[in-house]
């Protein structure tokens, strides 16, 4: 199980996985690749040299800065191999998660419900090796901005939007909707040609039918959604005791 499994959290599911494209492992060892041309040339020109220059202090030094170029260069190589395998983009249905670091771990995600856009940008290389950057657009300062050389990018980009549409269809399913705006209260007047009462007061307005009643188990369902959207900071604490006491008031 990876990291990113164990920050999953009650009902939520992972739908994709994505890594950077294997050429990032390539661009950061790429001084341990020179380390070890360096080494391999250092160690040809030694090999060349007389046998008492090779036994002499110059060819010391020169076997053992072959040496150090090899244990660095492989241990440099492998640092960033560790990197690269720790590394991953995951998509679930409820937000999008970025796992990295070898023995410090940092994971960075951002809510489906907050990411307004995402803006692909692919180079001609890009296109020939399928990778490309991932810039998301979220609503909140926090949270993931860029994917840099991610593998299959179009492929996410879909998956992520997929998921996007998928969590607010279950929001609506879950019966919360954003309430009305809020009305300044308009005072009534008497216009010429309107009849009063007898009082001066204006007829009272019909009462609106009172709501029908509700069943037991989907107000069940529809609070252990909204609780689940309040947990995971989609809605506020407010919000959700206002919609619990209007669902309250329909038994």
């Given at each position: 199980?990876?990291?990113?499994?164990g920050l999953l959290s009650t009902g939520e599911r992972i739908s994709y996985r994505n890594k950077q494209h294997p050429f990032v492992f390539i661009w950061g060892a790429r001084y341990a690749i020179l380390a070890g041309i360096i080494a391999l040339v250092?160690?040809?020109?030694?090999?060349?040299?007389?046998?008492?220059t090779a036994s002499g202090i110059f060819g010391q030094l020169l076997g053992w800065v072959v040496l150090a170029l090899f244990i660095g260069g492989i241990a440099v190589a492998v640092w960033t191999a560790l990197r690269y395998i720790n590394q991953e983009y995951v998509l679930t249905n409820?937000?999008?998660?970025?796992?990295?670091?070898?023995?410090?771990?940092?994971?960075?995600?951002?809510?489906?419900?907050?990411?307004?856009?995402?803006?692909?940008?692919?180079s001609v290389f890009g296109r020939m090796f399928d990778y490309g950057d991932l810039t998301v657009?979220?609503?909140?300062?926090?949270?993931?901005d860029k994917m840099h050389m991610l593998r299959k990018p179009i492929a996410f980009k879909k998956a992520m939007l997929d998921a996007k549409h998928e969590f607010?269809?279950?929001?609506?399913?879950?019966?919360?909707?954003?309430?009305?705006?809020?009305?300044?209260?308009?005072?009534?007047?008497?216009a010429a040609g309107t009849p009063a009462t007898a009082t001066g007061t204006s007829s009272p307005t019909p009462s609106a039918p009172p709501a029908p009643k509700a069943d037991p188990d989907e107000v069940t369902r529809t609070l252990a959604n909204l609780a689940d959207l309040r947990?995971?900071?989609?809605?506020?604490?407010?919000?959700?005791?206002?919609?619990?006491?209007?669902?309250?008031?329909?038994?």
């Open positions: 199980m990876s990291y990113a499994d250092a160690l040809w020109f030694r090999s060349g040299l007389g046998p008492d409820r937000r999008v998660i970025q796992v990295e670091g070898v023995l410090n771990r940092n994971s960075t995600d951002s809510s489906l419900e907050k990411i307004n856009d995402a803006v692909l940008t692919q657009l979220t609503a909140s300062e926090a949270g993931i607010e269809v279950d929001m609506e399913r879950s019966g919360w909707q954003p309430g009305p705006p809020i009305r300044e209260a308009v005072p009534t007047s008497t947990d995971r900071g989609a809605i506020t604490p407010e919000e959700y005791e206002l919609k619990k006491a209007d669902l309250l008031s329909r038994l």
